[in-house]
């Protein structure tokens, strides 16, 4: 089996990138989506013109799922994992996921663990577990694997009005996992770290209006109109305490209306 890992970056964010890229190795290529309108640093271009392994694409779009979903259509390998800038991956990541996918071949899409710096595990169950509509609300994108073959399958992937870099910037990763589930793919959670990340977080405190707006669109996009809107009165009522104002509360529960497409 052959791996992708497929980086989304932008601006600066290169810089760092191509510090902790991962060491080449066999069967494993890496595409790189630089969102930029700046040119490549001429150190960094001979690092990634002296790998045969790096694909580098600049690309002029602002928002991670664009940048996401552009890389998908780059990837040729069998499995494709998203990958973040500022993630350290484990040594022995390519044997990983691949063993995974062995061990659980009727698996289209598997998710995994990783440590955060001071904090071990963190969130993560050791148990494994199928995936439904719900587990997938917990789920960020570097925990993500998924056989191109099946991804293929699904006509939608990432949502390009949310995420990073959009208005909407949270709560892409568990609709595009929507979309597969309700494609008929089948995914799967396993308690394997691969890799550690920073211990910040961009989704603690409602902060503002699009913060809350992104679950409306997840909860709609993924249960529905009816059922999602119950599901997001209940998830702001239940987290008063996350919202950053008494004002940011209640416009949340008048945007409960608001179409959503």
Same mark, same amino acid.
């Given at each position: 089996?052959?791996?992708?890992?497929?980086?989304?970056?932008?601006?600066?964010?290169?810089?760092?990138?191509?510090?902790?890229?991962?060491?080449?190795?066999?069967?494993?290529?890496?595409?790189?989506?630089?969102?930029?309108?700046?040119?490549?640093?001429?150190?960094?271009?001979?690092?990634?013109?002296?790998?045969?392994?790096?694909?580098?694409?600049?690309?002029?779009?602002?928002?991670?799922?664009?940048?996401?979903?552009?890389?998908?259509?780059?990837?040729?390998?069998?499995?494709?994992?998203?990958?973040?800038?500022?993630?350290?991956?484990?040594?022995?990541?390519?044997? %990983?996921?691949?063993?995974? @996918? +062995?061990? #659980?071949?009727?698996?289209?899409?598997?998710?995994? *663990?990783?440590? $955060?710096?001071? =904090?071990?595990?963190?969130?993560?169950?050791?148990?494994?577990?199928?995936?439904?509509?719900?587990?997938?609300?917990?789920?960020?994108?570097?925990?993500?694997?998924? %056989?191109?073959?099946?991804? @293929? +399958?699904? #006509?939608?992937?990432?949502?390009?009005?949310?995420? *990073?870099?959009? $208005?909407?910037? =949270?709560?892409?990763?568990?609709?595009?996992?929507?979309?597969?589930?309700?494609?008929?793919?089948?995914?799967?959670?396993?308690?394997?770290?691969?890799?550690?990340?920073?211990?910040?977080?961009?989704?603690?405190?409602?902060?503002?209006?699009?913060?809350?707006?992104?679950?409306?669109?997840?909860?709609?996009?993924?249960?529905?109109?009816?059922?999602?809107?119950?599901?997001?009165?209940?998830?702001?009522?239940?987290?008063?305490?996350?919202?950053?104002?008494?004002?940011?509360?209640?416009?949340?529960?008048?945007?409960?209306?608001?179409?959503?497409?």
């Amino acid at each position: 089996m052959t791996l992708d890992m497929l980086f989304s970056t932008f601006d600066d964010r290169i810089v760092d990138l191509a510090n902790r890229l991962p060491e080449q190795q066999d069967s494993v290529s890496i595409i790189i989506c630089h969102q930029t309108d700046k040119a490549l640093p001429k150190s960094i271009q001979l690092v990634f013109d002296s790998r045969s392994d790096i694909k580098y694409f600049p690309l002029q779009s602002k928002g991670v799922t664009k940048s996401r979903n552009f890389a998908i259509e780059q990837s040729q390998s069998d499995i494709i994992f998203f990958c973040d800038d500022d993630v350290h991956y484990e040594i022995d990541l390519y044997k %990983k996921l691949i063993q995974a @996918y +062995k061990d #659980n071949p009727e698996s289209d899409f598997i998710t995994f *663990a990783y440590t $955060k710096t001071g =904090l071990g595990l963190h969130k993560f169950t050791k148990i494994s577990y199928d995936h439904n509509f719900r587990s997938i609300l917990k789920v960020g994108t570097i925990e993500v694997s998924c %056989k191109r073959s099946s991804v @293929y +399958k699904v #006509n939608e992937w990432f949502p390009e009005d949310m995420g *990073a870099g959009s $208005k909407y910037y =949270l709560c892409d990763e568990p609709v595009f996992l929507s979309r597969l589930l309700k494609s008929g793919l089948k995914g799967r959670y396993l308690p394997v770290s691969i890799g550690e990340h920073p211990p910040e977080s961009s989704g603690i405190e409602l902060k503002d209006i699009n913060a809350v707006v992104s679950r409306l669109y997840c909860f709609v996009r993924i249960f529905g109109g009816i059922r999602g809107r119950i599901l997001y009165f209940l998830f702001i009522t239940k987290n008063f305490s996350r919202f950053k104002t008494l004002s940011l509360f209640f416009k949340s529960l008048l945007i409960f209306m608001k179409r959503v497409d």
